[in-house]
């Protein structure tokens, strides 16, 4: 089993729509949940992170983690075709004899909003 | 603000070249990466480096050796590339093991082993 899944989609959503994005993960030990956006043919950039059980806003995404069920969202609302690019989560240990920077990442979704 | 910065963009091998893939940062940062990108894979670690000097083994390092010699720079090298090398390269970088540190990534070296 792989560490962390992540349904690749394609989704495809109309300008507007709200958009739920998930992964789910086995590894107890992670700790710290990001969320990265990829557009094409660029390199993925930090959309959101999250540390902690529940819902975080920034905007118009809210990421929510649920440690008990290892269970991580993302959801856009009222979404636009800019938000067209595949995102991938990203959950990592922290503590002692870990990197930030060992990050286990899903396959990604692609989502395409149309107008 | 070049951020990290990937040399080349894009490379056609044959099988059995040996190459290196530059990756540069100017932001100062202690820990640098490399990632493979390959269809239905996802981002997989190839080695990484927590400080000039130093490298480690990721989730798939054989077939590539790196070097640390300057803070800034990661070297990512194939002494003998196979088809199965082909992919998207990124690089990338970050400051430390601290809880809101981003990890900035370079934008991707396409290689293809013929």
């Known amino acids: 089993q792989k560490e962390v899944e992540q349904d690749p989609g394609p989704l495809s959503v109309p300008e507007g729509a709200i958009v739920s994005l998930n992964c789910t993960y086995s590894n107890s030990a992670f700790q710290y949940f990001m969320w990265y956006r990829q557009y094409s043919r660029k390199g993925p950039e930090l959309l959101m992170y999250t540390y902690s059980s529940g819902n975080k806003e920034d905007g118009r995404f809210t990421a929510q983690v649920d440690k008990s069920s290892k269970y991580i969202s993302l959801f856009i609302r009222d979404s636009q075709p800019s938000d067209s690019a595949t995102y991938l989560c990203?959950?990592?240990?922290?503590?002692?004899?870990?990197?930030?920077?060992?990050?286990?990442f899903g396959r990604g979704t692609q989502l395409t909003v149309w107008p | 603000n070049a951020g990290v910065t990937q040399t080349p963009k894009f490379r056609v091998l044959k099988t059995g070249q040996s190459m290196t893939l530059l990756c540069a940062q100017d932001m100062n940062h202690e820990y640098m990466y490399w990632y493979r990108q390959d269809p239905g894979m996802g981002l997989r670690l190839i080695h990484y480096s927590v400080g000039e000097g130093t490298t480690a083994k990721g989730e798939v390092p054989d077939g590539y050796n790196v070097s640390r010699l300057k803070k800034q720079n990661f070297l990512l090298g194939l002494e003998s590339a196979a088809p199965s090398q082909t992919s998207v390269y990124f690089c990338?970088?970050?400051?430390?093991?601290?809880?809101?540190?981003?990890?900035?990534f370079g934008e991707g070296s396409w290689l293809t082993v013929v």
């Open positions: 990203a959950p990592t240990p922290l503590g002692r004899g870990s990197t930030l920077g060992r990050l286990y």
């Open positions: 990338a970088s970050s400051p430390g093991q601290r809880l809101g540190n981003t990890i900035y």
